[in-house]
């Protein structure tokens, strides 16, 4: 599965400048090998079935004095593909190599190679990694950043770098090589609130335009923040606007946003008020081959729950307010959730969303076990008409039983509709947890969303983790485990179901 040349590269970047460097020297090392193997998980698709993979993941990081590298090689090898979209493949991924000097009373970091860029809160500007949903895009180039008292300063200029594998399809992932470049300012610790005060921009022009014959697209976007808090810790606040003209197509577009929070402390009681608008705003780049659709380089705040769906963040506004009152000098926290957003506003396609929900999270036994209970209901309106209605509920229990050991119940479950289709679905797991050596549990999962007698609606799956040394970990899973949409943040992707086995050995240590 390995190839020679993506080790010695590696080996050669991490290792390399390290050697001229008179100071100490470490070298990290961090593996990762998933073995699968795929059996018929019977959701009507044939493609995806009876084959075997093999994923690796080696990372090398390397540190002497002020000098830093870091370097990633990544490898899959398939068995009995079912078709040709499965493909072998090793290379070298990621490397970087950054190195501090100090420069006019600060400090002067130089970045080359991959790295991870976010501007304001992620409107303008997100290249990160959500492993969760497969999606890890870096830039690829340079960033000089420096950093002072009171004065934060850096520019960056390079093109985007996606990980050439999807996690989710298991497909090959062609690199963009979108052009990205941009930079911030930031003005921190103006009396009285600690105001910290940001501008920032970036310009990009996607390898692929959407009409050649209409020349390069191109887009670019500024913007400002303000940032603060009372110096009795009261209140704190955020605030970011953003303007950006895109050029697509031979057309000019003009798009604005605003986004911004405000959280007060009032002894027991603490609030969250967090407000969004966006008009027309968003960032893409070129196709993603294992997708279909464009890379999204902005991820702005959704409004919504981390796990919850989010149908369109380009066009929209709304607010949202969240009440929490400490209980038992903090041990017993209820809230309650609001959340209120028009998509589309003003257009024959508006859809109005209500999402309200509330729990509690309580922490006993000295903290060593909790319980945390939520429940909710979210409702989408277009045209006057319910288009989609769900109600959830959520569990999460750890309870020590003694030696060392203890339970472990979480559950969840959604009562869905979708115009006149009403479904279910949900999935809890049940284990037994041991301090410093593993776990195993059972998860059953269903989901009804499709009642075709081909197609699996019970799942169940046996897991079991362990730690045999500090150094290792393992975890296996045999069975099958629902799949279907799953959101991170506003990052969405369709998992397949799976049924089958999979083991997963996570290694680290220090080598030097």
Known sequence: ???????????????????????????????????????????????????????????????????????????????????????????????????????????????????????????????????????DVTLQGG????????????????????????????????????????????????????????????????????????????????????????????????????????HVAGDGTMAKALYGTLDLNLGALAVQIEGLWLDDFFVRGSRNSAVGTAFDYAQPPTLERIDQEVIDNTNTRGGRVRLSYALLDGALVPYANLMVRENDPGEDTQLDQVHAYGGAEWNYDGGRARLNLSAGARDEVQDGQTFKAMKHAEGDWLSPIGGGHALHISATHEERRLESKAYRRGSSVAGLEKGGLGAVSVEVGYDTSDPSDEVRRLFVAGILAWEPTDAITLRSTVGSQRGGLKCVAGVCRDFPEFSGARLEIVGRGDLL
Do not use: K
């Not at 059996?39 to 995806?48: C, L, W």
């Not at 950093?147 to 093109?159: C, H, I, Q």
């Not at 594998?165 to 690199?175: E, T, Y």
């Open 1 to 135: 599965m390995t190839r020679a040349w993506p080790l010695a590269c590696c080996a050669v970047v991490v290792l390399g400048p390290l050697t001229v460097a008179a100071q100490e020297t470490s070298l990290r090392a961090d593996e990762r090998l998933v073995l699968e193997w795929h059996g018929d998980n019977r959701n009507g698709q044939t493609t995806d079935d009876h084959y075997g993979l093999a994923l690796q993941r080696l990372t090398l990081t390397g540190a002497s004095g002020a000098l830093r590298t870091s370097a990633q090689i990544d490898g899959e090898l398939f068995w009995d593909a079912p078709t040709a979209d499965y493909e072998d493949a090793g290379r070298l991924e990621r490397v970087a190599v950054e190195y501090d000097m100090p420069l006019r009373g600060g400090d002067l970091t130089v970045t080359t190679g991959d790295f991870h860029r976010q501007l304001g809160r992620g409107l303008v500007l997100s290249l990160r990694r959500v492993d969760e949903v497969g999606q």
């Open 143 to 246: 960033q000089l950043a420096w950093s002072g008292d009171t004065l934060d300063v850096d520019v960056f200029a390079g093109r985007t770098n996606a990980a050439e594998f999807d996690a989710v399809s298991q497909h090959a992932v062609n690199d963009p090589h979108d052009v990205v470049a941009g930079g911030a300012a930031t003005l921190r610790q103006l009396t009285p609130l600690q105001l910290s005060l940001g501008v920032f921009g970036m310009h990009m022009r996607p390898r692929e335009s959407l009409v050649p014959a209409y020349g390069q697209d191109h887009m670019s976007a500024l913007g400002a923040s303000l940032e603060g808090a009372a110096p009795s810790g009261i209140a704190a606040f955020y605030v970011e606007a953003d303007w950006q003209g895109r």
